[in-house]
């Protein structure tokens, strides 16, 4: 088939986004631009194979390559992350975490997880959830400082003997104490569970504390800061090997995503390299200066501030609702998401927050200077948000910014 021939809808649509992505500021914390190896990975033959399995013990014929892809896949991420057993099937977060909980858990078990608007995760525990039905959860939340409240877990933890405390946070911004975890987890005889999805790139470069070794078991996605193929895996230790496996497949899964395992084992390696390390440690240099040139604005941070790579801002301050600054800055060319802060009284579709972070304006390039001019674009998008002439006009300095940092050269549908 010629490129020429490619589906015409989904050509001007694909062609579309892939202008959206060059021209924008993409600020959702949780996004990232892969590298090309790894968009031709994705696109790969692999992705018409069958491999129920696992390396060596298929269910299918002729997956002695699938082998060889899933196993490099698996050792550089025990490698990257200091693991003893890595399953690298899971197809995202979501379904690494239910794996995770059923495979060391019963039904009926109580995991303690933290509150969703002060930073946790749907799957750690909402009410909304199916998991919620299967497992108690008891969630824990900030202190008014907006800091982890580790007496907090270790009072509930003595309450309610949970069978698995959880930490790891899709919102917060702040680093976790992960050996003060154990130490309330043993003390009450609790599996310890981190899911890490946010901060992975940033734990693969040593810029923020690795629970891999310490913890029982360890979540991520692999798209986020760990800049890999949309996808998940577990971390965990030798001897919930066997359960971890047996709950991905045949407990929850069928066929694994080769192709997406293929781009896994190429990204585990991007974030092996020295680059990387720069990388990582420039994505929180800058969040430090978004940080710094927002609070002068007078944003209203959470948490006190930043030691990752986002931002969760209360927007009351600025008498605007996350869900009208989500819009304003999408109009002036600036991708961020609304989000709930701590206690939010506001419904999730329009909370008085929002969550901006920098991995992708990262892996364009863009340093200490572009953010100055960044947090300039978002103060003057905010001051103006019912102004349409004026965000066109910061569009427009938006796309002079994007333009001189390009994510695909040559890249067309
Ligand atoms: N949806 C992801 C995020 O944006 O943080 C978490 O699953």
Redesign the pocket.
Known sequence: MLLSDFDPEIKIALNNELKRQEESLEM????NFVSQDILTALGSVTTNKYSEGYPGKRYYGGCEHIDTIESLAIERAKSLFDAEHVNVQPLS??PANLAAYSALLNPGDTIIGMDLSHGG???HGHPVTFMSKIWNFIRYKTTSDGLIDYNQIESLAKEHKPKMILVGY??YSREIDYKRIKSIADEVNAYTMADI??IAGLIAAGEMNNPVPLFDVVTT?TH?TLRGPRGGMIMCKKEHKKAINKAVFPGLQGGPHENVITAKAIAFKEAAQLEFKDYAKQIKLNAKILENELSAKNFQLMFGGTDNHLLLIDMASKNITGGQAETALNLAGITV?KNSIPDDTRSPMDPSGI?LGTPALTTRGMKEDEMKQVADFINRAIINWQNTSELEKILKEVHDLTSKFPIYKNLSY
């Open positions: 959702i914390p949780s996004e977060g979501a995760h749907l799957t899709s919102a999805a946010h996605t986020k998401n969550r």
